[in-house]
């Protein structure tokens, strides 16, 4: 069982160049999200997807845009990366029932230089 | 605004030691999840509490949820390395989002 998948598992930019992570479930979740994790920060929302077709913002969504591809792709694009976006990014999804954990990838360590 | 405050930060004890750290909020959650994370690897899912005053086992591992599902504490009996790793609490407040808190990582030392 895959769970969720991420790609690609690490990434080094330069300031300016664009990117785009990939993220894929196959537990037919219809909630996936975009989570970045700097150190002392905790977990960050960048954006969300409710539902396929759907997009919302998150805590932190500056710098950064998601396309819910369909019900299984969801992918977060940096248009000009910057230094201040380097860190690890995780991928989650969840079903709609209540109280249902989020599974989560095992994120992409993003470096920008 | 971080809406759950987790203590202590970071927590360093001996194998065989016991440990509790804790989850705070001023806001009430439909339910509390703990997830725990170890290096390179995404958080997984340890246990939900969701009723008020709710004490759950795992193991070694007790969860409890506050009366007024504002807060929570995870107590560990006699620790092992194996419990090393990074423990986030998140509340669900619905529409399906979680709000982390910035996590306690504990250290078991062999």
């Known amino acids: 069982n895959a769970g969720v998948t991420q790609t690609p598992k690490f990434q080094v930019l330069k300031t300016g160049q664009s990117m785009t992570l990939q993220c894929a479930q196959d537990m037919n979740h219809n909630s996936m999200y975009w989570y970045r994790q700097d150190p002392g920060m905790g977990l960050r929302l960048i954006y969300y997807?409710?539902?396929?077709?759907?997009?919302d913002k998150g805590e932190v969504p500056n710098g950064y845009n998601v396309s819910r591809l369909n019900k299984r792709e969801f992918s977060l694009r940096l248009e000009s990366a910057a230094p201040s976006q380097t860190s690890v990014y995780f991928c989650a999804s969840t079903g709609t029932v209540l109280n249902q954990p989020q599974h989560f990838g095992d994120g992409t360590r993003l470096s920008i230089l | 605004t971080q809406l759950l405050e987790q203590s202590p930060q970071f927590l360093s004890i001996q194998e065989g030691e016991n440990l509790t750290v804790y989850c705070n909020s001023s806001s009430v959650f439909s339910s509390l999840q703990w997830y725990r994370q170890e290096p390179g690897e995404g958080p997984v899912l340890l246990v939900t509490?969701?009723?008020?005053?709710e004490v759950k086992k795992l193991k070694r591992l007790t969860f409890q949820f506050g009366d007024a599902r504002k807060d929570s504490s995870l107590h560990i009996t006699a620790a092992q390395p194996g419990d090393t790793g990074l423990y986030l609490c998140a509340g669900a407040g619905g529409n399906n989002r979680l709000a982390f808190g910035k996590g306690n990582q504990v250290v078991v030392i062999p």
């Open positions: 997807s409710a539902s396929e077709g759907t997009t």
């Open positions: 509490v969701v009723t008020g005053g």
